[in-house]
């Protein structure tokens, strides 16, 4: 920074101005200041001012190795969120192991971040969470029901999708579930269930995917006997099930409705257009950054924590029709 200062001929306390944002500091001495910081390369050392503000305004995020359209979205709008309150997003990622998530989490606290989010899909992550001694303020997504969590009810979602199938008048709906210990799939299926009780139907044996196109397409093969709908764990499994209805010569929504969650953004633009359930993942990152901020104390002073669950929507297109008429 003094190497900056002499070579724009100012005291090192402009130079800090200048990097901060100082609204005082007139245009030109600015720009003579930072056109000799590009000329010398100056970059701050965040970790040195850190030990002297005690502040690295750095929030962790840590994300599931895995590419689906959920976590991806949700670390965006959080790096968007933080971003607009003037913290630096530290994202990394790792397997859905017990583990990995401790190593990453570890890793995390060892940059000094000043809060964690953690997309926890899965009941490991959560575990690992409680062996770990997290001293910063600290929330889960994807898993709103568990304390500290902030998500989409995923419960409710389901219930939105069975409900649009039975008004429609299928007494035959099969669930297309995500895999075992998976928290969002779990919700879903509970979701499913309770509305199919709830109207005084059986509910086929529940088909397992991962939440891949290729998994969907596998359990469209293996669909019970009777079924006209079917309510998909994710987009991706609708869509692969789509395909091998297609294949089996089995029209939709003629001989089977399909309805998947999440509505990404390819979603409207299949053929038929898939019927889903909308998740705002850009609300969900604005809560967790507001929840974070509130718990740090750099909230605004009549902020109150926002509401950790956050409805869904039913998206309704043309692949779920009326069962046809036998």
Avoid: K
Avoid at 83 to 111: C, K, N, S, W
Avoid at 125 to 132: E, K, P, S
Avoid at 165 to 186: F, N, S
Avoid at 248 to 272: C, K, N, Q, T, W
Wanted: aromatic fraction near 4%; glycine fraction near 8%; charge should be negative.
């Amino acid at each position: 920074m003094h190497d900056v200062a002499a070579r724009a001929g100012v005291s090192h306390i402009t130079v800090s101005r200048v990097l901060n944002d100082y609204p005082s500091i007139r245009p030109e001495t600015r720009e003579r200041v930072l056109a000799a910081i590009a000329e010398l390369g100056y970059r701050r050392n965040l970790a040195a001012r850190a030990l002297v503000t005690s502040r690295t305004r750095a929030i962790g995020v840590l994300s599931p190795e895995v590419a689906q359209h959920g976590p991806a979205s949700s670390v965006l709008a959080v790096e968007r969120a933080a971003r607009e309150h003037g913290y630096h997003p530290l994202v990394t990622t790792a397997a859905v192991e017990h583990d990995a998530t401790l190593a990453a989490l570890e890793f995390l606290l060892d940059q000094a971040v000043e809060a964690l989010v953690v997309i926890a899909p899965h009941e490991t992550v959560l575990a690992a969470i409680r062996d770990l001694d997290i001293r910063v303020p600290l929330v889960t997504l994807q898993a709103p029901d568990r304390p500290g969590g902030i998500g989409v009810d995923q419960a409710e979602g389901a219930r939105l999708a069975t409900r649009h199938l039975v008004e429609l008048g299928h007494t035959r709906i099969q669930h297309l579930a995500g895999p075992e210990g998976a928290l969002e799939a779990a919700s879903r299926l509970l979701g499913y269930t309770e509305t199919l009780a709830a109207a005084g139907l059986e509910a086929p044996e529940v088909l397992r995917g991962d939440w891949s196109a290729a998994s969907g397409f596998a359990a469209g093969e293996r669909l019970a006997s009777g079924v006209t709908a079917v309510v998909a764990g994710n987009d991706q499994m609708a869509i692969g099930l789509m395909a091998a209805l297609a294949d089996a010569g089995r029209a939709v929504p003629g001989d089977v409705s399909v309805v998947g969650f999440d509505d990404i953004p390819e979603a409207a633009y299949l053929r038929p257009a898939l019927t889903t359930v909308y998740q705002d993942f850009e609300l969900v990152g604005r809560r967790a950054v507001e929840s974070l901020l509130a718990q740090l104390g750099a909230a605004a002073p009549d902020a109150t924590i926002p509401s950790a669950t956050i409805p869904p929507r039913l998206v309704v297109r043309a692949s779920t029709a009326p069962p046809r008429r036998t």
